[in-house]
């Protein structure tokens, strides 16, 4: 069998450097989850309001959960409570990608970090839009089939879904691969400058 190229092969130290990042971006998530909640509510909550007439939904954060508030709920109905740890934890598997690169630190893998982080959030925000959605859709009784027809609770649950089986692992990978395009021609150059 022949040997892979040096490009194609994972070393021992990207290895290291990603289990390092991930345990970094672990201690950091564990640390920062209550606030980073708290601003990923107020971005969902920002987007319903805006789609509903009347604005009626208000997000909350709390242990670990994101509640689901509506000025036309029954004062006694239960409150829905969404898993908040379900829609972020990936920013800890986009961390550990970033930290394969051999110079995670340099100064464009910090700023293209950064922006994945940013495009990683829309994409968590968004996903608290479709369960919220999908809440509202199917799990209110009467009055999610009074609101929603099948196609709407079809396009909400199943957005929903598709975050939660497949996109929440897939987007990391999907906004990494996107953003190490310039960690790839900043080591083509070095190489080319090497020769």
């Excluded at 995670?104 to 970090?113: D, N, S, T």
């Excluded at 982080?117 to 968590?124: G, R």
Aim: glycine share 10%; net charge positive.
């Amino acid at each position: 069998m022949a040997p892979t190229p040096a490009s194609a092969r994972i070393g021992r130290a990207a290895i290291a450097r990603a289990l390092a990042g991930f345990a970094l971006a672990l201690a950091f998530w564990f640390g920062f989850r209550a606030a980073y909640e708290g601003v990923l509510a107020a971005a969902g909550e920002s987007i319903l309001r805006a789609t509903e007439r009347p604005a009626v939904t208000r997000l909350e954060a709390r242990d670990g959960e994101i509640l689901v508030e509506r000025a036309d709920f029954p004062p006694g109905a239960p409150r829905p409570g969404l898993p908040a740890a379900d829609l972020h934890f990936n920013l800890v598997l986009l961390a550990a990608l970033f930290a394969l690169d051999p110079h995670p630190l340099g100064g464009r893998r910090v700023a293209a970090f950064l922006l994945a982080c940013l495009a990683l959030f829309a994409v968590q925000t968004a996903a608290l839009v479709f369960q919220v959605r999908s809440v509202y859709a199917t799990a209110l009784g009467a009055w999610s089939a009074a609101h929603y027809g099948s196609a709407a609770r079809n396009f909400w649950t199943g957005g929903f879904h598709f975050y939660e089986v497949a996109g929440r692992f897939a987007a990391p990978f999907a906004i990494w691969w996107w953003l190490r395009g310039d960690g790839e021609s900043e080591r083509g150059r070095e190489r080319k400058k090497r020769r």
